[in-house]
């Protein structure tokens, strides 16, 4: 018998598997009657989920995370069996940025410590003349983007909180908003950082896999209720997606699965933009340089797939970093509780693997400890948590 299911996604590459699995049959193949929902903003996405509209959505990790601890919002107790996208994100800077933070730099501009340091010369530099602060655009309060964005600045100094503006705009507006000078940089998923390198409007400062090597983004999302009366569709969704990860993943694959996911319906760019991002060679300037790395984004491979509570716990601490919530024992237990590693290996028939999940890697900090996050909070001179 075939389940019908409604499930939101953000036209963004991270929801590759998800589309994939929907287009190319392998939710159908699972005996699964998909209708994809194209939405804007994070807000959308999570409330239709919560309420019940969407059975499934694509969804920021920390945003499954605040729901389950009723930050922001009602409390709605969410599990993630399945890690749509590992990093995928970048900084993207204007040409009067950029132009700006290379004449200060000292050191390597692919350095992100580097890049800080040049940030925190050109916010003094502006304070003194009395210029207005810069502007950076995040996708949402509770997102990757907007904790990556200050572990990155906070590193050399640069309180996000005071020195800068941080303004929340849906992905699809990013580069619109830099365009019309309403923000000075973004962080924000592909494909949008390589649109604006295309306008000639931006240039990608940074891949987010500079400042973490190995950070969750997305998550597929349920409810706990919803997750509890239907194991066998989470777990035909789980095994979907894994077969669509590894589906993309295949490089004589990469052509189609960038052709369906340009498709108007669902992320509606350019495939060839696309099939950049799965390969991780971006164009960076307008002038036409590229960079590439392994590590921009990981769909399906070196385990990406598997949600690792221990990404749960990281970005839960950067929730207490900055003031969004406190910590607590219960706090930590619940923020983990939301990746579910078991639902992912029970859908699979595999067993826990027993290798230690792999390393954030980030450029700043201690060795992340989930045991100790007061310890790694402690590490950091900027940051909200202690007031």
């Known amino acids: 018998m075939t389940a019908p299911l409604r499930i939101g996604f953000i036209p963004l590459v991270d929801a590759a598997a998800l589309i994939i699995a929907v287009d190319k049959g392998f939710a159908a193949a699972e005996g699964l009657d998909v209708e994809l929902v194209r939405e804007v903003s994070w807000s959308n996405v999570r409330d239709k989920l919560n309420i019940g509209l969407f059975d499934a959505a694509h969804l920021l990790a920390p945003v499954a995370i605040a729901s389950s601890l009723g930050l922001g919002h009602v409390k709605v107790p969410i599990a993630a069996p399945f890690n749509l996208g590992i990093n995928g994100n970048a900084i993207t800077v204007s040409p009067t940025l950029h132009a700006a933070l290379m004449e200060e730099i000292d050191g390597d501009r692919f350095d992100p410590l580097a890049t800080a340091k040049a940030l925190a010369k050109v916010v003094a530099k502006r304070r003194k003349a009395g210029a207005d602060p810069l502007t950076f655009g995040m996708t949402f309060p509770f997102s990757t983007h907007n904790y990556q964005l200050r572990f990155w600045m906070a590193a050399a100094g640069v309180d996000p909180d005071e020195d800068v503006r941080l303004v929340v705009l849906p992905p699809p507006y990013m580069v619109d908003s830099l365009a019309n000078g309403h923000v000075d940089a973004f962080c924000v998923g592909a494909p949008w950082n390589s649109i604006a390198v295309d306008l000639g409007i931006g240039h990608i400062l940074h891949f987010v896999s500079d400042i973490l090597e190995r950070a969750a983004e997305k998550v597929l999302a349920v409810r706990q209720t919803w997750a509890d009366t239907n194991p066998d569709v989470v777990a035909a969704l789980v095994r979907a997606a894994v077969k669509a ?43 036409g340089t590229y960079r590439e790395s392994g590590r921009y984004l990981l769909v399906g491979r070196e385990g990406a797939g598997r949600p690792e509570p221990v990404q749960a716990a990281w970005l839960y601490a950067q929730m207490v970093r900055w003031g969004q919530t406190a910590l607590t024992p219960d706090g930590v237990k619940t923020a983990m509780a939301v990746f579910t590693p078991d639902l992912y290996d029970a859908a699979l028939g595999r067993q826990p693997p027993t290798e230690a999940p792999a390393p954030f890697g980030a450029f700043a900090g201690p060795t992340f400890d989930p045991g100790n996050i007061q310890g790694h909070l402690e590490a950091f001179e900027v940051g909200r948590w202690k007031t």
């Open 245 to 287: 990860a590894a589906f993309i993943e295949e490089s004589a694959n990469l052509t189609e699965a960038a052709q369906i996911l340009a498709h108007p319906e669902r992320i509606g760019v350019d495939a060839e933009v696309i099939q950049r991002t799965l390969t991780g060679r971006l164009k960076i300037s307008p002038d």
